[in-house]
C-alpha cells in the first residue's frame, strides 16, 4: 500500500438524484454565461465555495478578459506591470524573484507584464513592452533560463496597449529535466497506445496500428491490439517549447531517448495503462504506484464513455488526481454519435460523485487558460477532440502538455534518507540483476550501499549499486520524484521482486506482519453511481 492516508467520499452526495446537464460548453459560453445549470441539492457552503470557484474561473477565459486574480505570493505566477531599466540593486531583486518562481514551478513559470498586483490587465505601450521583454530576457538569462511569449490581451481601459503572457523555462544544465508524469487511462479499443505513438514520433497513425506498434512491449500486445501491461514513452519540449523528438522536422527519424533527454528541458512521461477489464489490477497499480501528475483519459468518439471509462475516471477521482480528457477517432464518428458522447462525458463529470468543471478546448486561448487553472484548481477538466490518422487537434493536445505544470514537490523528500520502491526486476545480459522503480525519498550514486528487503524471512540484505539509468540514460545521481532503474552487484534475480524497498541504512527499516487499513471499496460507491447515469 503506498501512502499514509486515507480517502473517503460522503454517501450523502452519492445518493443525489443525477441533474440533467448540457453538453460540454466552450471558454467563450462560460464566460458569457457562468451560472451552472440546476444540480442536485447540496449545503450551503460547498454550493457557495464551489459557485465563487466557477466565476473565479469563468472570468479567466479568453484574450480579452480585463481582470486577473489576485496575484499569489507563493506559486509559479508573476504579475509585473512594468520592468523599464531596473537600478542594478532593482534588477538584483527581480532576479532573486524569478529564481524563487522557478522553484516554485519545479524549473517554469509565468510571467504577467503590464498586469497589477490585484489582477488588473493595464497594458504598456509598444516602447514599455519592448523594455519590460528586453529586462525579462536580461534576467532570465541571469538566471540560466530562456523566455518564451506566449500571448498578448489588450488593456482594460485603452485597446492600443497590451499586456503579455511569458513563460519562463529553465535550461537543462543548471535545473536539471522537468519531468511531468501523465497516465494514460480509458477503455480498451479507445485509441490510447496509438495517441501516445503518434504524440511521441510525430507521424500520425494509417489506420491499421502503425503508430501503436512503436508503443507495445510484448508479441502478444502486437497481435491482439491490446495493452496489458504498463509501458512508458517520453515527449521532449525544448525551452522554448518546441517538440525535440525528431531529429529535424523534415526527419522521418525518431530520437533515442537519450537523445532526446539531452536536448530537452521538460519531459511528459506517458505512462500507458491496459484498458481491459482483466488487467485492471494492473491499471490500478499504475495509477498509484508510478506517482502520475495527471491523468489523461481518452474516449472513443464512436464508443461513448462505456464501464470501463467510468472505472478508470472514478479510480483517478478517488486518488485526487486531475484529469483531463481526449475524445479519438473524430474523423470516423458521425456527428449525432461525437455529440452524444460529448454530453454523456459532461453529465458524468458535473455529477455530484465528481463536481469537475468539463470544459471543451477549441483554440490556443483555451489551451493557456485552463493550463494555468490547472494551477489553483482541479476542478477543471479540459476536453480535447482529435484524430491520430489525420492529425486534428493534436496540436492543442502537445501545446497544452507543454503547459502543464507539475504538480508534486518533492524538495522536502529530496533531504531524506534514500527510499527507493521497486516496481519491475528484469536480467540484462553484461549487467546482472536490475531493479526499476521510483524514488520515493533521498538521492543515491553509483556504489552507495542500501538495505534490500523484506525477504521471506522478513530480513533486510546490504546491496550495492553498481550502475544508474534514468529515461534510459546513464546517469550519476538520482533524487526523490525520478524513476530509475539500478544495476545491482552480486544479487540473483530470484531473491528480489516487485514490492520490495532498498533503504539507506540510517533508517534501521523493520518487516511488518499485520497493518490497520481502512479501505474505500469503489465498486458500490463512486462507479455505480457514474453507471447509474447511462
Not at 480 to 509: H, N, T, W, Y
Amino acid at each position: 500500500v503506498r501512502g499514509s492516508h486515507t480517502q473517503t467520499m460522503g454517501a450523502d452526495v452519492l445518493e443525489a438524484p443525477p441533474a440533467q446537464e448540457p453538453g460540454c460548453q466552450t471558454m467563450a459560453d462560460k464566460a458569457q454565461d457562468p451560472v451552472e445549470h440546476p444540480s442536485p441539492p447540496r449545503s450551503q457552503d460547498e454550493d457557495g465555495a464551489n459557485a465563487e470557484e466557477d466565476m473565479g474561473m469563468c472570468g479567466m477565459f479568453g484574450d480579452d478578459v480585463k481582470q486577473l486574480p489576485q496575484e499569489d505570493d507563493e506559486g509559479s505566477c508573476e504579475y509585473k506591470l512594468k520592468l523599464i531599466h531596473p537600478s542594478p540593486e532593482r534588477f538584483t531583486h527581480l532576479v532573486t524573484q524569478l529564481h524563487f518562481r522557478l522553484r516554485e514551478g519545479q524549473g517554469e513559470c509565468l510571467y504577467e507584464i503590464g498586469v497589477q498586483d490585484d489582477g488588473t490587465v493595464c497594458g504598456l505601450t509598444e516602447s514599455e513592452l519592448e523594455a519590460s521583454l528586453a529586462t525579462l530576457s536580461r534576467m532570465a538569462e541571469e538566471a540560466n533560463a530562456d523566455t518564451f511569449e506566449v500571448r498578448r490581451r489588450k488593456g482594460c481601459d485603452d485597446p492600443s496597449r497590451q499586456a503579455a503572457e511569458v513563460l519562463v523555462r529553465a535550461r537543462l544544465m543548471d535545473s536539471g529535466m522537468l519531468d511531468l508524469r501523465v497516465a494514460v487511462a480509458g477503455n480498451v479499443d479507445s485509441g490510447k497506445s496509438t495517441l501516445i505513438g503518434v504524440m511521441t514520433t510525430g507521424h500520425t497513425d494509417n489506420g491499421r496500428g502503425q503508430a501503436r506498434s512503436q508503443v507495445f512491449k510484448h508479441r502478444h500486445e502486437l497481435e491482439n491490439g491490446r495493452t496489458s501491461s504498463i509501458s512508458q514513452e517520453i515527449l521532449g519540449f525544448n525551452a522554448t517549447g518546441q517538440v525535440v523528438n525528431s531529429a529535424s522536422a523534415h526527419s522521418a527519424r525518431s530520437l533515442e531517448w537519450h537523445e532526446i533527454t539531452a536536448r530537452a528541458s521538460k519531459i511528459v512521461t506517458f505512462i500507458d495503462l491496459a484498458g481491459h477489464e482483466k488487467y485492471l489490477k494492473t491499471t490500478v497499480f499504475g495509477l498509484t504506484g508510478h506517482l502520475p501528475d495527471y491523468v489523461m483519459v481518452v474516449v472513443g468518439a464512436n464508443m461513448g464513455v462505456t464501464r470501463m471509462t467510468k472505472e478508470h475516471l472514478g479510480i483517478a477521482l478517488a486518488l485526487k488526481l486531475p484529469c483531463f480528457v481526449v475524445v479519438t477517432k473524430i474523423d470516423i464518428c458521425p456527428e449525432n454519435i461525437l455529440e452524444q458522447t460529448m454530453k454523456q462525458l459532461s453529465k458524468i463529470l458535473k455529477s455530484p460523485a465528481a463536481k469537475k468543471f468539463p470544459t471543451l478546448i477549441q483554440n490556443d486561448s483555451d489551451v493557456i487558460d485552463c493550463s494555468k487553472q490547472l494551477q489553483t484548481s482541479e476542478r477543471i477538466v479540459p476536453i480535447f477532440q482529435c484524430s491520430n490518422v489525420t492529425g486534428n487537434g493534436l496540436d492543442l493536445v502537445r501545446k497544452f502538455l507543454n503547459l502543464l505544470p507539475a504538480r508534486a514537490q518533492w524538495e522536502a523528500q529530496a533531504a531524506e534518507p534514500t527510499e527507493f520502491y521497486v516496481d519491475e526486476t528484469f536480467f540484462v545480459t553484461g549487467v546482472g540483476t536490475v531493479a526499476a522503480g521510483t524514488m520515493m525519498a533521498g538521492s543515491c550514486r553509483p556504489n552507495q550501499t542500501l538495505l534490500l528487503g523484506p525477504d521471506g524471512n522478513g530480513k533486510f540484505v546490504p546491496v550495492t549499486i553498481k550502475t544508474i539509468q534514468a529515461k534510459r540514460t546513464n546517469v550519476e545521481s538520482v533524487s526523490a520524484g525520478q524513476s530509475a532503474s539500478f544495476g545491482l552487484k552480486k544479487i540473483k534475480r530470484a531473491s528480489i521482486r516487485k514490492g520490495m524497498v532498498m533503504v539507506d541504512p540510517s533508517l534501521e527499516p523493520q518487516a511488518t506482519w499485520e497493518f490497520e487499513a481502512e479501505i474505500l471499496v469503489l465498486q458500490v460507491t463512486m462507479i455505480s453511481f457514474f453507471n447509474s447515469l447511462g
